[in-house]
């Protein structure tokens, strides 16, 4: 609840120090409320700041005992208070601000200690590194449903034949199921980046004092552990200066709505009624309110807008971030701004996993949609030179030809041949080719094309479900790593807690 009286500005922590007046309501307007939007999503990671920076003082002696354990009763009480129920005022400057005023209201004494040992921006880094952290295994989970639902496709269209399509021109006989999955591999470089970019956002900027450290005997390791995280960045200057941190988990995440795009991007072709190759759930699409007849592929055209906000977002931090080295300019816009477009790709990635769980593919459409367009060509050129011991150049030049003199001859022609095929070949070679009739007629059959695949990674049957056992076996791994490492934060976040508790003597 943000409260902002008509009356002047009132002082905040400023009054009687540096500052002979409290901040313009001009730039509580510009700024502080801009700071205090980001209440939801720092507001939790603040409280378990504070909680472990007051336990860390008392233990290395800083704080008082008993001061400390008013101090913890305070903040503790102060925890169990939802954030709709707290009173924030934005001249007071930010959610740090007010959640020490709440405590000094109650007792100034013991609040003073909350500031020790750190800067004003310290608490607030903190909890943004905890709500990314939050996010990026929330983020896991949502790829990790995304690309089985991928591979649950697939694993019902290892024989579904289909056009594959390059500059949306059919290009060679193919697998639905081979197509799934080459979206399927890009989620998982996704989900291990995304483990990467979790270890490097896991680290502790806490305990950094005047910047350069402080003379107080401040225990970052033991701040670091009580928090959950993997350990403390070390220097300290550079922990809270980071610039590469939001531009490279917003780039993590424009790289996997990239992958969703695509996708996307295909299924709203192939959902025209020109395509007609496949049709989306009523759940996922959206009527025209004037045009009675229409059935507009909404969820795939939010995916695509999605894609670009986030794009944009990536091109604000790496421009706020363009400062000397210690200005606040990409930390304060990074810490509502990051999480946010983190949860926007959170749940865009499970809109796409519900679309493709709800796709229904028209096959017999593929199949014979495969056959057409000349997608035999180039298994015609490849047997073209096996046959008559011709360079690939050669070859193609040959195939290519036919195909020309049977579009010429026939518009409508799909299919070299055997006549056109001849005549290319003797105007290419001055001979007939050693080709035989019974290869060519092999061509005839796109499933019996795709059946050649059959080398790593192909489209063939065995080698694509070789990929959906590999494929599955993968996300396996990545989704007990984030069970077990979900687990192990909430352990550590729960026992911060009741370590307050013991030592406050409330537990």
């Known amino acids: ?24 309501r001009e730039l509580v307007e510009a700024s502080f409320a801009r700071e205090i939007a980001d209440a939801p999503t720092l507001y939790r990671g603040l409280s378990l700041a504070d909680l472990a920076h007051v336990l860390m003082l008392v233990d290395v002696g800083v704080v008082p005992e008993a001061d400390g354990r008013a101090l913890l009763g305070h903040l503790l009480e102060l925890h169990e208070v939802a954030l709709e129920d707290f009173p924030l005022n934005p001249t007071l400057e930010d ?36 709500a990314v952290r939050d996010r990026l295994l929330d983020l896991a989970g949502a790829t990790e ?24 021109q059919p290009a060679t006989p193919t697998s639905l199921a081979h197509y799934l999955l080459s979206f399927v591999y890009p989620l998982l470089r996704d989900l291990e980046r995304l483990r990467e970019a979790y270890g490097r956002n896991n680290r502790c900027p806490g305990g950094i004092g005047n910047i350069n450290g402080s003379r107080l005997p401040l225990d970052r390791r033991q701040l670091a552990a009580l928090l959950g995280f993997d350990g403390a960045i070390e220097n300290t200057r550079d922990a809270m200066w980071q610039v590469d941190q939001p531009v490279e988990i917003l780039s993590q995440a ?93 749940r865009t990635t499970r809109l796409m996993a519900g679309v493709v769980e709800g796709l229904t593919f028209d096959t017999a459409l593929m199949a014979a949609r495969a056959g057409r367009g000349f997608t035999q060509a180039t298994d015609l050129a490849e047997l073209v030179m096996q046959s008559d011991g011709l360079s690939y150049r050669q070859a193609h030049r040959l195939v290519a030809l036919a195909v020309r003199l049977e579009i010429e001859a026939d518009p409508d022609a799909h299919r070299v041949s055997a006549a056109r095929l001849e005549a290319a070949a003797a105007e290419v070679l ?15 059959d796109s499933a019996e094309v795709v059946g050649t695949r059959k080398g790593f990674g192909g489209a063939a049957a065995e080698p694509v479900e070789a990929m959906i056992a590999e494929c599955t076996e993968a996300l396996r791994e990545h989704a007990l790593w984030r069970r077990n490492t979900t687990e192990f934060v909430r352990t550590q976040e729960n026992a911060l807690v009741d370590q307050a508790r013991r030592r406050a003597g409330s537990a």
């Open 95 to 130: 959610v740090y601000s007010n959640r020490e005023a709440w405590v000094r209201a109650r007792d100034a004494d013991v609040a003073g200690w909350m500031g020790a040992g750190r800067p004003r921006r310290e608490p607030a880094t903190i909890a943004y590194r905890l």
């Open 145 to 168: 449903g995304a690309a089985s639902a991928l591979v649950a496709q697939a694993r019902g269209h290892v024989h579904t034949v289909m056009p594959d399509y390059t500059y949306l």
């Open 430 to 444: 001055g001979r007939p080719l050693r080709l035989e009739a019974a290869a060519l007629q092999s061509l005839a």
């Open 1 to 24: 609840m943000v409260e902002q009286g008509d009356g002047p500005p009132v002082k905040g922590q400023g009054e009687g120090g540096r500052l002979r007046e409290g901040p313009a």
């Open 254 to 346: 424009l790289t996997h709505l990239l992958h969703l795009d695509r996708l996307a991007e295909d299924l709203q072709i192939w959902n025209t009624q020109e395509f007609g190759l496949v049709e989306l759930a009523d759940r996922h699409a959206r009527i025209s309110m004037i045009m009675p007849q229409k059935k507009n592929p909404y969820s795939l055209a939010f995916v695509r807008g999605i894609t670009g906000s986030v794009m944009g977002r990536l091109v604000s931090m790496t421009a706020v971030g363009k400062t000397p080295s210690a200005q606040m300019d990409n930390r304060i816009f990074a810490l509502g701004e990051v999480p946010r477009a983190l949860d926007d790709v959170c």
